[in-house]
């Protein structure tokens, strides 16, 4: 298992054939999967989904099969995916096949969900990361935001930043969103927000006592690591740190 200090969701898992509901280019090479739920699908936001491509079967195991965190929330009647599109025959499959057409999908799985408790939240996402905080924060949002929660999202550049006009869009004095970019260049004058990776001192500029939240980061095993260290810098406790790794990529 890939998570740590992780809440216990319920086991209610299944496995379904699902057909592709929508697809679309969320960011710069980020496909945006909407699938059908199937019936009796349960999950709680933040968990993911074994995706299958029933093409590939017989190549069988990882080249048929990626775990895929779920975008979307639990009161909506689609499932979302997010991925970054590589040459993979599994992504590429995906990339050309049509609105219609069929997928399987098993789960939810994992533990990686909102901790049962009234702290504050702070998300700390890199990359593709993202998607698990998406659910989570339309979740919360239909729950009349019971929590505050400040999202920390690291991308390279605003083009290749998934779901970053929808974060955007989500007015609450509950909800504070801060982008931050690594790769502009300093005279690139288009980008207001904040720069650079998502650090120790990053952090305490917006969340006033950082010893109070819980923390839940998501990205590649680097990202996760490093900005995991930032926090223990800031003094923030492991235990108040829950992370969740997406394996699988390669820089
Ligand atoms: C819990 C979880 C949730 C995830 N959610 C998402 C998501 O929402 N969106 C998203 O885009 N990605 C997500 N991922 C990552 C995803 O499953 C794929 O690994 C990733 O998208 C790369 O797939 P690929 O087809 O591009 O690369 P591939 O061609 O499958 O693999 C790239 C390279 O990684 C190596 N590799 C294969 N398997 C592993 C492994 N298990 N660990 C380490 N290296 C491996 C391969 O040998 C290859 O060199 C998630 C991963 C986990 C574990």
Redo the contacts with the bound molecule.
Sequence with gaps: M?QENASQAPSNRIRASVKIIEKKEIAEGTLGLYLEKPNGFTYCAGQ?VLLHVPQLSEKGG?EAT????L?SAPYQDYLL????V?Q?D??QTINNMAVGEELVVDGPI?NFILNNDNHPIVFLAGG?GI?PFLGMILDQQNNGWPRPITLFYGNKTPQNTAFLELLRGIKSDKFLFIPTMSQLSDDDKTWAGERGRITASMVSKYVKDVMVPIYYIVGLPEMVKATKEEMLKLGVKSENIKI???????K
Excluded: L, V
């Design positions: 890939i993911y990882r990626h775990p895929m965190s975008a995916i997010s991925m970054r590589s993979s599994f992504k994992g593709i998607a969740e790794f997406f394996t699988g990529y390669t």
